[in-house]
Nanobody, 121 residues
Framework: VQLVESGGGLVQAGASLRLSCAASGRTFSNYAMGWFRQAPGKEREFVAG????????FYADSVKGRFTISRDNAKNTVVLQMNSLKAEDTAVYYC???????????????WGKGTQVTVSS
C-alpha cells in the first residue's frame, strides 16, 4: 500500500485542519488505517485509527474530543479532521496502514512520508 498525505500547514491555536491520505496498491479495505505523529525531539506516537470498515475508531487521550478520523473505502481515502488545535499538536503527521488495531509503531505495515502541521500559540 502506498500512502500519500496532504493538508498540513501553519495555523494559529484554536484553528482547524483537515488531513487527507490517499492509498493505492493493495486492497485498502483490508487494512486498519490511522495517523501517527512525531514532534521534534519526541518519539513517534499514535494519534487516531479506524478499523477496516470505519465503524470502530480509536484515539489518543490527548486528541479525544478534538480530532475525528474517518475513511472512505470506495475512494481509498482516510481523513483526520483536527479541531481546536493546540501548540502541542505541532508535529509531522504520518498516515499508516496496519493489519491489526494494536496501534503501536511496531504493528504498522505501511507508512506515508508525512505532512507537517504547525500550530502557533
Amino acid at each position: 500500500v502506498q500512502l500519500v498525505e496532504s493538508g498540513g500547514g501553519l495555523v494559529q491555536a484554536g484553528a482547524s485542519l483537515r488531513l487527507s491520505c490517499a492509498a493505492s496498491g493493495r486492497t485498502f479495505s483490508n487494512y486498519a488505517m490511522g495517523w501517527f505523529r512525531q514532534a521534534p525531539g519526541k518519539e513517534r506516537e499514535f494519534v487516531a485509527g479506524t478499523n477496516w470498515s470505519g465503524r470502530n475508531t480509536f484515539y489518543a487521550d490527548s486528541v479525544k474530543g478534538r480530532f475525528t478520523i474517518s475513511r472512505d473505502n470506495a475512494k481509498n481515502t482516510v481523513v483526520l479532521q483536527m479541531n481546536s488545535l493546540k501548540a502541542e499538536d505541532t508535529a509531522v503527521y504520518y498516515c499508516v496502514g496496519a493489519r491489526t488495531t494494536w496501534w503501536s509503531t511496531e504493528a504498522v505495515d505501511y507508512w506515508g512520508k508525512g505532512t507537517q502541521v504547525t500550530v502557533s500559540s
